[in-house]
């Protein structure tokens, strides 16, 4: 998670979105850059809401915009279970060494998922709670151009993002039935990413 207290704007660090890129890019200039532990660099909106904004309105800010990317949900999905392959994690119940995409995908869907493809919802992580706390603005993962745009002219800087984070090639085919399986459980995760800048 990034903050530019000035610009009152929060970038939100949702899970394989290249986040930790505009992090490294971005740091120098954020007012508070959050790194650990996992759950609070990925603060979901619910997670957000109860840490951080309470504690930016006692600074005195009422209102702080919501910035989040969202990736078309195969794809995301194709991001964990490529960083999931690492050799790292072998032997660890988050590996998906030997596992198929289409496997990782059926265990995704279950409502009982097994660890390695425990990786939460795009939907899940954006929602917007009852105080009325939301993402303000949300892009795509695929219009990067748009994204980079939209924080040149609001931080008043020119952005080069590194390639940081990297996860290997893999096969990312889906059987129909799987796919169509996804589409049906996790609608709102499309249409998040179909109503994203």
């Not at 207290?5 to 979105?17: E, G, I, N």
């Not at 060494?97 to 660890?115: L, M």
């Amino acid at each position: 998670m990034l903050v530019f207290w000035k610009q009152k704007l929060v970038f939100l660090a949702v899970p394989k979105t290249g986040t930790s890129a505009y992090a490294k890019a971005l740091g120098p200039m954020a007012s508070m850059i959050v790194t650990d532990p996992p759950e609070l660099k990925h603060a979901p909106v619910y997670r957000y809401n109860r840490f951080f904004r309470p504690m930016y309105k006692k600074m005195g800010e009422e209102h702080m915009d919501l910035l989040a990317v969202v990736r078309e949900p195969i794809s995301w999905l194709g991001s964990w279970y490529r960083y999931r392959q690492r050799p790292f994690l072998v032997g660890r119940p988050t590996s998906t060494k030997d596992i198929s995409f289409d496997e990782f995908v059926q265990a995704y869907c279950r409502g009982d998922r097994p660890a390695f493809a425990n990786v939460g919802s795009q939907a899940k992580f954006i929602e917007a709670q009852p105080n009325g706390t939301a993402v303000t603005h949300l892009y795509k993962y695929e219009n990067q151009a748009g994204l980079i745009g939209f924080l040149e002219d609001r931080l008043g800087v020119a952005l080069e993002l590194p390639r940081t984070n990297v996860s290997p090639q893999r096969d990312l085919e889906l059987s129909a039935e799987t796919e169509a399986k996804l589409r049906r459980k996790y609608s709102d995760d499309f249409d998040v990413w179909n109503k994203a800048l």
